[in-house]
């Protein structure tokens, strides 16, 4: 389960898991909700922990953007 649907489930803002979670600021919970970036070990772990294994490690991955053919060099 992505992080995102476990706290609007749970009805948590970003602030309030980050207090759950520790070590982690409301931006960086954000973050990782929109997978814009992957966590810790540390902080996957927690997540693991907090939600009770309804979130796992492997659902924070970062989602990765497509290359545009004009980024790649020849």
């Known amino acids: ?4 649907d476990w706290m609007t489930r749970e009805g ?6 980050a207090g759950r979670i520790g070590e982690i600021s409301a931006e960086g919970v954000r973050k ?3 997978r814009m ?6 902080v996957a772990a927690r997540i693991e922990a907090v939600t009770a294994g309804a979130v796992r490690a492997v659902d924070l991955e970062p ?8 980024e790649v060099s020849a």
């Open 1 to 4: 389960m992505w992080l995102k």
């Open 12 to 17: 948590l803002s970003d602030a309030e898991m």
């Open 32 to 34: 990782l909700r929109f």
């Open 37 to 42: 970036r992957g966590p810790s070990i540390r």
């Open 63 to 70: 989602v990765k953007r497509p290359v545009r053919a004009e």
